[in-house]
């Protein structure tokens, strides 16, 4: 089974300039969660989407937004970036099914650089 | 809502010492542990994890943790490291019978094994 997978890889942006970054989660999996990785903070929780609604949001401002498609794939919007939100962004999904209903599996991440 | 605290930020150690990292959690039900482990320029990957039954589980590579509920603890632990155990360990706790939005991690602990 194909494991988590995201694009970009690698971005490079300058700040005021959006980004859309791409997660297909594993197949078969709903939720789709979204998350930020410093070195300083560790991971932060952005969102979560299952069968295409938010159902969980993190702390972050409105600049950052999500969605989830019909096929359980999701995207995330960063608008008006700034220079702290260079960061590796990792997508996971679950599949909200059996025992270990709530066990995520990560993909590579987008590491994403505002100049 | 719950919070994750992992006491050591950076562990050194010799090849063949012991390993144990800590992990705390604050929370007043019952929870869904997990140790994940990044590799350098790898995705996140999982170690152990713990839902029910015995508090000592067994993971990938020799590593084991013990959920001793009375301390809100999940320790990490491997009797000899290798070289190939540097990494970046994680420790996340999830509500039990909530879904993989609500899950906390801990800040991380960069593990470094000289040869």
């Known amino acids: ?115 | 809502a719950q919070s994750v605290s992992q006491h050591n930020h950076h562990v050194i150690l010799s090849e063949a010492a012991s390993l144990e990292l800590g992990c705390n959690y604050s929370y007043g039900g019952t929870v869904n542990l997990f140790w994940y482990v990044q590799y350098p320029g790898q995705h996140l990957q999982l170690l152990l994890k713990y839902f029910s039954g015995d508090p000592l589980v067994k993971g990938i590579k020799g590593f084991e943790a013990e959920f001793i509920k009375s301390k809100f603890s999940f320790n990490l632990r491997k009797p000899s490291v290798q070289w190939s155990d540097t990494a970046e360990y994680f420790c996340a706790v999830i509500p039990r019978g909530t879904n993989a939005g609500k899950s906390t991690f801990g800040d991380g602990t960069t593990l470094t094994v000289k040869p």
């Open chain 1, 1 to 115: 089974k194909a494991g988590v997978t995201q694009t970009p890889r690698y971005l490079i942006k300058t700040r005021g300039q959006q980004v859309t970054l791409s997660c297909s989660p594993i197949s078969g999996h709903r939720s789709v969660s979204w998350y930020q990785q410093t070195p300083g903070q560790g991971l932060q929780f952005l969102f979560e989407y299952f069968s295409e609604t938010q159902r969980n949001k993190g702390n972050f401002p409105g600049r950052f937004s999500g969605r989830q498609f019909s096929n359980s794939r999701s995207e995330m919007n960063v608008s008006t970036l700034e220079l702290g939100d260079s960061a590796l962004y990792l997508c996971a999904s679950s599949s909200n099914r059996g025992v270990s209903y709530n066990e995520q599996f990560f993909g590579p991440g987008t590491r994403l650089t505002v100049l």
